[in-house]
């Protein structure tokens, strides 16, 4: 049964959704690349990037499932499958031969740089569409996604 929803336009509800499972994509790719990194990074601060990324990435996995359940109450259908993230991600492809850490704060850094830019234009997407609500659950992951971005940046000073 469906969420009934009122002061919801149509036009809201669709753009919310759609922009929802457009991030939702990126950030499957984005923790798929983290966990990439995690499993083959080597050298100088091993132990410390290591458990940090999969702190990066438990973040980026708790916005995840707010934006799957968001869909959900839109009455939507999330979309999270491998074959839909590798055909809808805007997210360059992740290398699959970096080894050094740093190399995998670089590549990780670009990614989540991209992932924010990709927030902040949702959260003015779905404002301006009306549905404030789905704008708030980006800002809030803009907002982590920017802190992760420092904290990795500065791995890289």
Not at 74 to 99: Q, R
């Amino acid at each position: 049964m469906a969420v009934k929803l009122k002061g919801l336009t149509d036009n809201a509800r669709k753009t919310a959704i759609s922009e929802l499972n457009a991030r939702l994509a990126d950030g499957l790719a984005l923790s798929m690349a983290i966990k990439q990194a995690h499993w083959n990074m080597k050298g100088i601060n091993f132990i410390a990037v290591h458990e940090f990324v999969d702190g990066v990435n438990a973040r980026l996995n708790d916005h995840l499932d707010t934006f799957a359940e968001r869909i959900q109450i839109l009455d939507g259908v999330a979309i999270g499958t491998a074959e839909n993230v590798a055909k809808e991600s805007t997210l360059k492809p992740y290398p699959t031969d970096v080894t050094k850490v740093n190399d995998h704060l670089k590549e990780l850094c670009d990614r989540l740089r991209d992932h924010g830019e990709n927030l902040r234009k949702a959260i003015d997407i779905t404002d301006e569409a009306g549905e404030a609500d789905t704008a708030d659950i980006f800002t809030a992951a803009s907002r982590t996604a920017d802190k992760d971005l420092w904290f990795l940046e500065s791995h890289l000073e």
